[in-house]
């Protein structure tokens, strides 16, 4: 789902649409031209431009899934330029390659304190509902690559649930496309596109991408919230924790101005929302259920014991494996990403 908008052609894309009103519209591959919309990808995971007399406008989820950048002749998703734009930010490009941009809020900020069996029957629920609907709609093969990691072996036991009907991947694969080798430099920058699969055929492949975060995981927002505890990382991780090695591998420095209860919460929200991951590649698209900043707002309802039980071992993920298929947690590696 990599784009640029402009108006000259640029070589590097191998797909180009000449917009009705001057713009030049350059992509990967895997896009649906209608005309007056040209998109891709699905509810949960999509871009769409849609085509006026003298702009265009740039529509995505409110979680948006990729980064953007722009500056007097462009906005792309494909390098950084001169501006970028924020997660909070939607554009109308002029013909002229003038901007207006749209503010909005892409969460609540309500952080009262939650049960804790309601934070995971509410992140339950969510995830149910997003893979039934994408499955529901989704008519293209689907692949998943079962790492050993916690997000991975979640994702199994929800899809697992729903359909049989998909391929497990037990090889690297990346398929060297036009639009790969040409932009295979600036792709690399992005760490998730390190580490990818690519088909040259319409599929989707399921990915855990943005799990540490949203399920309150990752090293810095873990950190943010414990510090506000008045507990570092080295306080609660014991050897045996699936989380030891990672969490301890490098020191994090949390400032001190953010930790009153709502100024905390509101900057891992605002941390997580603007952390983009994984979005499609030609024709692969990408399945990308924990790419919702609902699942942390939820996540920050819960008690500092919940907090840290998640933070040492993966507590809440655990607990939603046993729900639905318990059998797959005996293959979670012992330590994360071993």
Known sequence: MFFDLSNIRKE???????????????????????????????????????????SVSILHDDDRSFPLWHDTTSVTNLSPLEQPVYADTKLLVGSDMSISKERFAPYSKEFDKWDDNRVIDTIDSILLSTFENFLTNNDKPIRLYITGGIDTITLWAYLDKFTKNYEICDYNYVKHTLFYKNNKHALKKFWAYNQIHLW????????????????????????????????????????????????????????????????????????????????????????????????????????????VLQGRSGFVNRELIARHDSSKLKYITKYKNL
């Open 200 to 307: 040259d055929e319409d599929c989707v492949l399921v990915t855990g991408g943005n799990g540490d975060e949203n399920l309150l995981r990752g090293p810095y927002t873990l950190a943010l919230m414990l510090k506000h505890y008045g507990l570092t990382l080295e306080d609660i991780l014991q050897p045996d924790d699936y989380h030891y090695l990672y969490h301890l591998k490098k020191e994090i420095v949390i400032e001190d101005d953010c930790l009153e209860s709502t100024n905390v919460k509101n900057s891992i929200l605002n941390i997580n929302v603007n952390d983009h991951q994984h979005w499609h590649l030609d024709k692969t698209l990408f399945f990308t259920p924990y790419k919702n900043i609902k699942l942390c707002e939820v996540m920050l309802h819960c008690s500092k014991d919940l907090l």
């Open 12 to 54: 590097n894309f191998p797909f180009v649409y000449y917009l009705s009103n001057g713009l030049i519209l350059n992509t990967d591959d895997g896009w649906t031209n209608d005309g007056d919309v040209i998109s891709k990808g699905y509810p949960g995971n999509f871009c769409k431009f849609v085509v006026y007399n003298d």
